[in-house]
């Protein structure tokens, strides 16, 4: 039972290029979610999966796009990068319902140059 | 906004101390309140979570719940250099949403 996983754990990229980061979860919950965490910022919601098919702008979803693939898997898209997103992303999931504890992923640290 | 307020720190004990950390939250119909730990370069954990006002009590841990007053914080006994952490506290919101404080930063010192 891995939880919740992440990749890539590190990745640098140039102003302008395209990446995704892939989060899963075989904890069979419904519901994930995608933060960043700057320093002094604290955790900041982007986008989030309340179930599968269904998908929602968080607190900074400019610059992203998000994908629920399956229950699963929910990726996160940098179509055009810039040094702002310069940051760590976490994926979380939680069962869904009535405010149930989220569960963190690793995290990748993403460097734009 | 839904605003989630927490001393950043540092906060610096002793080894063996109890150790303090605050959270005032502002959505007053907030029902959920958890405390995440974050050591350094790590994604956040989960410690405790409360819904009810009054004390709950795990291990070294204890979290404290006053809805009245918009504060929740947590305590941790017979501190140890392990603990030194970011703790960072979350809440649900009545909007359904969690919003999460900026942490404060805990050191023990042995």
Redesign the interface.
């Known amino acids: 039972n891995a939880g919740v996983t992440q990749t890539p754990k590190f990745q640098v990229l140039k102003t302008g290029q395209s990446m995704t980061l892939q989060c899963a979860q075989d904890m069979n919950h419904n519901s994930m979610y995608w933060y960043r965490q700057d320093p002094g910022m604290g955790l900041r919601l982007i986008y989030y999966s309340a179930s599968e098919g269904t998908t929602d702008k968080g607190e900074v979803p400019n610059g992203y796009n998000v994908s629920r693939l399956n229950k699963r898997e929910f990726s996160l898209r940098l179509e055009s990068a810039a040094p702002s997103q310069t940051s760590v992303y976490f994926c979380a999931s939680e069962f869904g319902g009535a405010e149930e504890t989220q569960y963190f992923g690793p995290g990748t640290r993403l460097l734009v140059l | 906004q839904k605003e989630v307020e927490q001393n950043?720190g540092p906060l610096s004990v002793p080894e063996g101390a109890i150790a303090s950390l605050n959270c005032t939250y502002s959505d007053r119909g907030s029902?959920?309140f958890?405390w995440y730990r974050q050591y350094s370069g790590?994604?956040?954990?989960?410690i405790m979570?409360i819904y009810s006002n009054g004390d709950k009590e795990d291990g070294r841990f204890t979290a404290q719940l006053n809805k009245a007053s918009q504060y929740v914080s947590l305590l941790i006994r017979d501190s140890q250099p392990s603990d030194s952490a970011t703790y960072?506290c979350?809440v649900?919101n009545s909007n359904?949403?969690?919003t999460?404080?900026?942490?404060t930063l805990l050191t023990v010192n042995p």
């Open positions: 950043s029902q959920s958890f790590k994604s956040p954990e989960l979570f960072l979350a649900w359904y949403k969690l999460f404080g900026k942490g």
